[in-house]
Each structure stands twice: as C-alpha cells, then as structure tokens.
C-alpha cells in the first residue's frame, strides 16, 4: 500500500513545477526507480515523468554501489528527461545541475549556510551527506536519447548503520523536527526543474559558477582516485580541479575523499 504521506493526489497538490511530476507514478516499492523510469521512458513516458517509491529493493548508488531503501522515512525519486538536440559526452555536467537544484531544495529545510553540494553527485548538510544522484543517460546514435535523473534524499532517517552513522544524516536530523515527504519531494522537484532548464539554456557557466560557492572540501587536501592535491574548485566544464605539486589538473571522474594535513 502506498503510504498516506505519498500519496498521489496529495503529491500533486504539492506540486509547482511546469514539467516535472506532472506524469507521476508513485509505487510502493519497486526494485529501482530507476529502472521503472528507463521503462516508462522507452514506453513513451513523456518529458518530466517522475517515479517515486516508498521503498526499493534494489536501490542503486553511484559507482555501482547499492542505495539502501528502506520503506517509510525516505525519498526515492526518478525523473525522465528528454534533452534537446544534445551531444551525449556534453550531458556529463548535467548531475552538477541536479546536484545545485537539489542543494537549493535542502536549503528550504535547513540553513542555506549548512548546505554543501560534494562534487560530483552528492548534497551534504553539516559535512555529511543527505543526498545522492545518480544520472543514467542514452543514446540514440551520436545525440543524446531520454535520461533518467535518479535521486535519493534521507528525509526522516533518525538511525544510519554504524559505518554510515559519522558520515551521513537527515532532513529530519538537521532541522530537529520531522518533515513530510510530499513538501520535500515538491521542492526537489521544482528547483531541480528550474536548473535543468538552465543548463539546456546554456546556463553551465552560472550553475558551476554557483556550485563552487557551495562546494565541500574546497581548499582542503583531497585524494581523487590516483590524484592527491588541494581542491581548488571548478573548471568551466564542470570538471574539479587539482593543485598537484604546484600545477593545477582537471579531474572529470571519481570522488574526492578528505586527507589529513600534510
Ligand atoms: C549516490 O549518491 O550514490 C546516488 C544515489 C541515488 C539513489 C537514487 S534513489 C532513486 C533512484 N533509484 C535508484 O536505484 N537509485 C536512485
């Protein structure tokens, strides 16, 4: 049974998007979102479809890591974008979009001063994360085909498993009160659409531009995969950026894990 807090007719009322959520499936529990949004999309879903679940039994993380789902506390969130006339490797930045759109949505909950975008996919309230995307995309020959923006936020979580415990929290965590599911999957969905529309404007420059104001660890010594340096910021392109024995390198995969000082 769906949850009364998720339910559809209350998640609509909630909404203030133009596109997305405006074709919603809401589940139980399914295996991933993901994979139900890659469905609804290869089925002619339109642009802006969401799945959301209360529950997954399969969630995925990044890096092909598992995203644990349990039901009741959480939001699992999966949207269907049709891009424009699109190059497929010119998509790569687009999770920073989500990544600043969904930042923004925290910031409605907490104190925007608490908020940290981790580069690439992840959102952080008081250094830990709250927050994680993952962007499955396609292709239809060369051009971009239907992408899948998959997101997970820990809305009511009070508990996280020892290893996670010192690096991860909650909506309900932070802010000290709990929250209902339908506001927090309206904010993320309109201020992710607000930034996924700016970046198909042309609108990258700004959004990295905004993402390093906001930007975890930066300053501090990072390792990222075999680079190890001071986290400088962003490049243009989205890419981090490395000062490595006195020169700067681009880093465009990976994620960058805090060191101790030299
Ligand atoms: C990460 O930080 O590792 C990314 C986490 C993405 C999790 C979401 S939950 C909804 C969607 N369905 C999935 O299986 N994964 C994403």
Redo the contacts with the bound molecule.
Sequence with gaps: MIPEDLDPALVRACLRTARFGRSLDVRAETG????DARAAAEAGAPDGHVVVADA?R??????G?P?S?PPGRDL???IVVRPPSFALPALAPLTLAVGLGLARAVAIFVSKERVRVKWP??VLIDER?CA???VETSSLGERAGPVVI???VDVGREQFDEDLAPLATSLRLAAGHALDRASVLAAVLSMVEAEVDRFFAGGLPEIVREIESILAMRGERVECGSARGELVGLAPSGALRLRVDGSEREIVSGSPKRLGPR
């Design positions: 991933s979102t993901n994979d997954q399969r969630g995925r993380g990044a890096h890591r995203w789902s699992y969130v999966s996919n992840d994360k994680g995307i993952l998959g997101i997970g």
